[in-house]
Each structure stands twice: as structure tokens, then as C-alpha cells.
């Protein structure tokens, strides 16, 4: 089983729907993130948490929302969808401890807007 | 701000071939700086990484050394296979201060390898 678990992989919905996409993982780690990626941006930061108490914006948050429902459970909203939300997100993790701790990534989920 | 300048695709090589791909980075203090790899369909995998000023990473015959003097991070194979074609990611992190969660990215590399 994975460790980053993201539902679902795929998504295709219209312009002004809720969206609700869901992490979860099983390593234990107390930091949670969300990015979008976009073709030749690279990733961006969207929302991160460094415990179920912390949520802190990341660099594009707005139009988004989050919750961090337990250690394990970290979903990203989209209260009103629009085209330009259209986007592969991914969730990451990473442990708190340590000089250089990797972030460990979800497989995505590809969001369509129409 | 941190940055990461990463040199743009796509590539392409032969089976064999030997592969570098440039990454400098601008940032201050003593940041740790990694290779990611995403595989078609799927998320993002650490390739290898460095914490400090002349380490090497090395992973799966890829190495990258971090070089201070020059904020370079260029990811280098001898005898790159089908099997690595993918999209790569030079990233860093901060080591103290209040920014050491965020992971600053380049925008990515495609690399296509032919049989």
C-alpha cells in the first residue's frame, strides 16, 4: 500500500462546484502539504500543516481551503471551482526532525474544470 | 527570494548516453538541495539528496555534488536507459530559520531516452 494515499486520481467537474480532494497517509509524519502542478511551473505551494492545529498559506491559496482532520488526514477544498484551478495536486509528507528531511508525494490527483 | 534554476527540456538521448542536467539554485545560508523524479502517471520520488557544501548524492547511478563555490546541483549519469525517462525536479530547503519545511523547486526537465 502506498504510504501517500490521494483520492481520488481523477476528477471532472464544472465551473462553480465544491471540490473536495483527500490525503491520507501511514508514516507518521507530523507535516502535511498541498501543491499544484501546472505545465512548465513547475510545483506550487498551496496550503501546509506542520501539526492538526497548524494550517498556514502557502504561496497560491487563494480559491482554496483545507483541513487537517487528524495526523493522518489533510484534505484540500475548492469552494467554487473555476477553469484555471485546472491542475495535477498533490499531497506530501515529511517528518519534522532532521537537517534535509525529504517531502514524499502522492501519485496526484488530475483536476478538470469545464 | 530562494530560487532554483534548472536547465529546460526536453532531452532527449540515446540508450547509453551519458546525461547531465544543470540546476543552479540562489539562496541564502546553507540550504539542502535534492533531485526528484517523476515517472509518467505518478507523484514525485526523492532521487537523491545533499545537506551540505561537497556532499554527493548518489541514487540508481545518478550523482549530483553539491557545489557552493558555483550554487550548482547538476544531476549527472553515465549510461542513462529507457527506463529513466521522466521528468526531474532540482528543489532546496532551508535549514534553520522559519523556512525549513518549504521546498523551493526548479520547474523541471523532461528526459526522454530512445532504445
Known amino acids: 500500500d502506498a504510504d501517500v494515499t490521494q483520492t481520488p486520481r481523477n476528477r471532472i467537474t464544472k465551473t462553480g462546484k465544491r471540490i473536495m480532494l483527500e490525503c491520507s497517509q501511514t508514516?507518521?509524519?507530523?507535516?502535511m502539504y498541498w501543491y499544484r502542478q501546472d505545465p512548465g511551473l513547475g510545483l506550487r505551494l498551496i496550503y501546509y500543516?506542520?501539526?492538526?492545529?497548524?494550517?498556514n498559506k502557502g504561496e497560491i491559496s487563494d480559491g482554496y481551503s483545507v483541513s487537517r482532520q487528524a495526523q493522518a488526514k489533510f484534505s484540500l477544498s475548492l469552494e467554487s471551482a473555476i477553469p484555471n484551478q485546472t491542475a495535477l495536486y498533490f499531497c506530501a509528507t515529511s517528518d519534522r526532525l532532521g537537517i534535509g528531511q525529504p517531502q514524499h508525494f502522492g501519485d496526484g490527483t488530475r483536476l478538470s474544470i469545464l | 527570494g530562494d530560487s532554483v534554476t534548472q536547465m529546460e527540456g526536453p532531452v532527449t538521448l540515446s540508450e547509453e548516453a551519458f546525461l547531465t542536467i544543470n540546476c543552479t539554485y540562489t539562496a541564502t545560508g546553507y540550504p539542502s538541495l535534492f533531485w526528484y523524479v517523476q515517472y509518467p502517471g505518478e507523484g514525485l520520488q526523492l532521487l537523491l539528496k545533499a545537506t551540505k557544501a561537497d556532499d554527493k548524492g548518489s541514487n540508481k547511478g545518478f550523482e549530483a555534488t553539491y557545489r557552493k563555490e558555483t550554487t550548482s546541483f547538476h544531476l549527472e549519469k553515465g549510461s542513462v536507459q529507457v527506463s529513466d525517462s521522466a521528468v526531474y525536479f532540482c528543489a532546496l530547503t532551508k535549514n534553520s530559520g522559519g523556512s525549513n519545511y518549504k521546498l523551493t523547486f526548479g520547474k523541471g526537465t523532461l528526459l526522454t531516452v530512445n532504445p
Open positions: 500543516s506542520f501539526d492538526v492545529k497548524d494550517i
Open positions: 508514516k507518521g509524519h507530523d507535516r
